[in-house]
């Protein structure tokens, strides 16, 4: 059964450092992994979807990359703003997504 | 033109209520799923509908069933609510393996 777990499980940056959140899986058979944030009280937003066959994805300050064989996925956030204050959580598709428990960022002006 | 809807967004409810919670996708995507998401923020796969087949059924209690009318509707019923039950529920949508997924702003139930 595929676990999928986050660390950190928080983090406090000041702004403008670039950072680093991390995702790892313990089943390597996989069709996508997806990034998202979830800001309080609010839904999922999909943030950068990465394709088995794929290594990495950018969108903006964010880029996403994928180890399939180790079980690895990192989320980068480059020159990080206040706004990007939420939680990040990273799903891993194989049949059905399965989530990892988030990373809290909060970024202090 | 919201693409995953789900109603109520708050649900407070009595311990042993039937209550259900709505969700209709305008994306035109084939499967939709029901999450729910603990105290912890840990999100866990509840059903998952493609094409009014159900596909994945976690080991939930039979106390929730999900019903799709259509493709674009996937309601989630709850008899006889339990304490436990408590947590924010959210709906969301993909059109094939492989697609991103789309989530619902959730449904916080609360059952006292």
């Known amino acids: 059964k595929q676990e999928v777990t986050q660390i950190p499980a928080a983090l406090s940056v000041p702004e403008g450092e670039n950072l680093v959140l991390n995702c790892s899986f313990t089943?390597?058979?996989?069709?996508?992994l997806q990034w998202f944030r979830q800001d309080p009280g609010k839904g999922l937003t999909s943030l950068l979807l990465?394709?088995?066959?794929?290594r990495e994805q950018t969108s903006g300050r964010l880029n996403a990359s994928l180890d399939k064989s180790s079980g690895r996925s990192t989320l980068y956030i480059a020159a990080s703003q206040p706004g990007d204050s939420a939680t990040y959580l990273c799903?891993?598709?194989?049949?059905?997504?399965?989530f990892g428990a988030g990373t809290r960022l909060t970024v202090k002006p | 033109d919201t693409a995953v809807s789900q109603t109520p967004k708050y649900l407070v409810t009595q311990m042993g209520n039937d209550k259900s919670i709505k969700c209709e996708q305008n994306?035109?995507?084939?499967?939709m799923y029901w999450y729910k998401q603990d105290s912890k923020k840990f999100l866990k796969i509840m059903f998952s509908y493609n094409n009014k087949e159900l596909i994945i059924n976690e080991t939930v209690p039979n106390r929730f069933s999900p019903k799709s009318p259509d493709k674009a509707h996937l309601n989630l019923h709850i008899n006889s609510l339990e304490l436990g039950d408590s947590a924010v529920y959210f709906c969301?949508?993909?059109?094939?393996?492989?697609?991103?997924?789309?989530f619902g702003n959730g449904t916080r139930l609360t059952v006292t």
């Open positions: 994306l035109g995507h084939d499967t």
């Open positions: 969301a949508s993909s059109q094939v393996d492989g697609s991103p997924l789309h």
């Open positions: 799903a891993v598709n194989n049949n059905d997504m399965r």
């Open positions: 990465i394709q088995s066959s794929q």
């Open positions: 089943d390597s058979a996989i069709y996508n």
